[in-house]
């Protein structure tokens, strides 16, 4: 049915053939064309494909492939299956020679893995024909894996291998499913789609048709084969909690990590055989719009690759955790990184790594989420602080936990003392400390006298084993790709402290480019400093010629109403949309609190490709409301820095070693009205600088880990 479908839409179907040590195309369908020998067999001969124009060639070749064919058990099967039927029996042959299996290896690799030259030749290096044939058995579909599925199973092989490491002690098993790239084109050929798709794919039609394609990917049906193997699926499941995720052909490569721009769904996996399995797919037809996102167009146009076959493959996860009193949820997850770009302390090395740990399920880690911080960690320092002080770790510090409510059947955040109690006795000892200093002063204003927790992970740190399991992990995965890597990753405790963890994804980390030592200068009169802070940058070392400051001021954004802030945050999209080049109009952006947050009370609401063109982005803290800059080194937020070469700084103007000129900036004429005319009402919340290119510049050096803005 699905070919069919294919025949009525296709513009070009053909026929390949081997035949006698030559290759032969059969043209069957050309849209649009037509000559008097086009739908011949054509035969290579050198760079050009000849028609065969006698009737005895074209009768030997085509009654040949009629005639020949698998045996009657096999003669329904596509080359998909037969080659994996070839790679069984090859598999359970004694006699086969590491030669023959090396080279079905190849293939099946170049069928599943993908297409990217330095995953393949790791792939092959490191998978075994059982591997791969341990992949077909829990696929559904065919086509590609996708690159969240082949950097998960890359992590798990190389790990569990080195013995060293005692993988069977600490590492996790996991049992997870593929639904391979071909049932996405087949979704958009069984629902009549695939012409919209390619008009998406133009230029003209790229952004506009989009949205379009979006809004029917979430309504589409499955073939009915599909549907039994989800079915299947699921029933293997039961009522245990799983994970859809995003898994495209173009995901976590080397170049290119795709960080959060495409959707994943936690199914709950509560209730009857029919809601548990509608809501999976629901989840798949959720993912598969996520494409259509404007983050995720924005992020391929940026990076040449909107014309590239980018395919929707999907890796279906268990849910690492337990089940605790209507709640299911992990010990611990989070980001762990081999190579540390945020030293916020001289004596750190950044080829140690670091952590970026939660308690609960790891959504709490990878975004940045309201008015929460999740533990950083520098593994080779692992007690220290990029913020010191008691009230700082109480403000900077986890509160709430997300978990998955197995009585609501949803994703939830629920404060961490609301689990005390849930069996969470000999969890709690490594996770958390008695906040004596907040008891007492409750007590102290007559409240009730009550324990106080905070999670703080420092016996974690210092009594078990888990920072040595995971500075080896990360180190061994650096040295296998030979780049650096990031990881998500769940642990869970067994006893004695002791952790089992669970490597859900492995991909390589860009890190910044400009490692080298810029020259500060030497003196600069402090009435021409704009800001200078030291420590809360992350970027490299820098030397920008700025040509413009675009700077929210913190009072009267705070002051605004709540559709006001929106309408702030999309004039912001409209003057980044201003900037042509980010190195000839280089543009510093300043915003109070977190740039990219959900909750406009905590800073400006905007979406990446609303702030992609920028050249330094700013976060301000404002102290008198709860708008404060996030350290988020390790969350998608900061992967979209990184990868898009933008350099952050966290500005605290309060504190005693950082200068900002605040009124040095709003001394400047504000040319918000002549770039925007429509946008004059927020003229005293939105200050435009044009700063007359040379004048004003940043320059920051890694080494110093100074940042210096100043007019020269």
């Known amino acids: 049915r699905t070919i069919a479908r294919i025949r009525e839409t296709t513009q070009l179907l053909l026929d390949l053939y081997s035949f006698e040590g030559s290759f032969h195309v059969h043209p069957l369908k050309v849209w649009n064309r037509y000559s008097p020998t086009m739908f011949l ?20 070749l085509i009654s040949y492939f009629s005639r020949r064919g698998p045996e009657p058990a096999k003669r329904a099967l596509d080359y998909w299956d037969r080659v994996f039927l070839a790679a069984e029996e090859l598999c359970a042959t004694a006699s086969a020679s590491p030669q023959e299996r090396n080279d079905v290896v190849e293939e099946l690799c170049r069928m599943t893995i993908g297409r990217e030259e330095r995953m393949l030749s790791l792939a092959k290096s490191r998978f075994s024909l059982e591997d791969l044939l341990d992949v077909r058995k829990r696929m559904i579909g065919t086509g590609f894996i996708g690159g969240k599925a082949v950097g998960m199973l890359m992590a798990n092989k190389i790990i569990s291998t080195d013995e060293s490491l005692g993988a069977g002690d600490t590492l996790e098993p996991h049992d997870s499913f593929y639904v391979g790239s071909d049932v996405f084109y087949t979704y958009l050929v069984e629902n009549g789609w695939w012409n919209l798709r390619m008009e998406q794919k133009s230029e003209d039609g790229y952004f506009k048709v989009a949205a379009e394609l979006r809004e029917k990917l979430l309504t589409g049906k499955f073939p009915h084969q599909i549907r039994e193997q989800f079915r299947e699926m699921i029933e293997y499941f039961g009522q245990s909690p799983i994970i859809v995720r995003s898994s495209s052909l173009l995901e976590d490569a080397f170049g290119n990590a795709f960080a959060g721009k495409y959707e994943s769904f936690f199914c709950v996996n509560q209730g009857d055989p029919d809601e548990r399995y509608s ?7 959720r993912v598969y719009a996520s494409m259509m996102g404007q983050d995720a167009l924005t992020y391929r146009l940026q990076r040449g690759l909107d014309r590239e076959d980018e395919q929707m493959a999907l890796l279906v996860q268990r849910v690492s955790g337990s089940h605790r009193d209507g709640y299911f949820f992990p010990d611990l997850a989070g980001v762990g990184m081999s190579h540390n770009a945020f030293v916020w302390n001289p004596q750190l090395d950044p080829a140690a790594g670091m952590l970026r740990l939660v308690f609960g399920l790891g959504t709490r880690a990878v975004n940045r989420v309201e008015d929460d911080y999740p533990r950083v960690v520098a593994l080779d320092a692992p007690l220290t602080r990029p913020l010191a002080g008691m009230d700082d770790v109480r403000k900077f510090s986890q509160h709430r936990v997300d978990l998955l409510d197995t009585k609501d059947n949803t994703l939830r955040a629920v404060a961490f003392e609301e689990l005390l109690g849930k069996g969470l006795d000999e969890e709690l000892k490594y996770v958390a400390v008695r906040d004596s200093q907040l008891a007492r002063r409750v007590k102290e204003q007559g409240g009730r006298d009550e324990q106080y927790w905070l999670l703080t992970f420092e016996k974690l740190f210092s009594e078990t084993s888990f920072l040595d399991s ?8 650096e040295a296998a790709y030979d780049y650096p890597v990031d990881i998500e990753f769940t642990a869970n405790f067994i006893k004695d402290g002791r952790t089992m963890i669970n490597l859900l994804q492995c991909r390589p980390l860009q890190t910044t480019g400009h490692q080298g030592h810029v020259e500060m200068p030497s003196s600069v009169d402090p009435e021409k400093v704009l800001f200078e802070t030291e420590g809360y940058s992350m970027g490299g070392s820098v030397a920008h010629a700025i040509r413009r400051v675009v700077y929210i001021d913190p009072e009267g954004y705070a002051a605004l109403s709540l559709s006001e802030k929106y309408d702030v945050a999309r004039l912001v999209g409209k003057l980044n949309g ?9 543009t510093i952006l300043f915003g109070p609190g977190r740039w990219g947050t959900s909750t406009p ?10 702030i992609s063109n920028v050249a330094v982005l700013v976060e301000m803290a404002y102290e008198s409301s709860t708008m404060m800059p996030e350290l988020s080194f390790g969350t998608h937020f900061f992967q979209d820095l990184v990868e898009t070469d933008i350099f952050y700084v966290a500005l605290f103007p309060n504190r005693n070693n950082v200068v900002f000129n605040r009124d040095m900036l709003l001394g400047m004429p504000n040319a918000l009205s002549e770039l925007r005319p429509e946008a004059g009402k927020y003229e005293r919340v939105v200050h435009v600088c044009e700063t007359g290119g040379e004048q004003l510049r940043i320059v920051t050096d890694l080494l110093s880990r100074k940042v210096l803005c100043y007019f020269a």
Do not use: C, N
């Open 601 to 610: 009370s905590l800073g400006v609401p905007v979406g990446f490709h609303e």
């Open 470 to 477: 995971m500075r080896k992990i990360l180190k061994t995965l």
């Open 279 to 285: 809501r999976f797919e629901d989840a798949v037809r």
């Open 41 to 60: 067999p054509h035969i290579r001969k050198g760079d050009e494909f000849v028609p065969i124009t006698t009737s005895v060639d074209a009768a030997r």
């Open 578 to 586: 201003l900037i042509g080049d980010r190195h000839s109009d280089a």
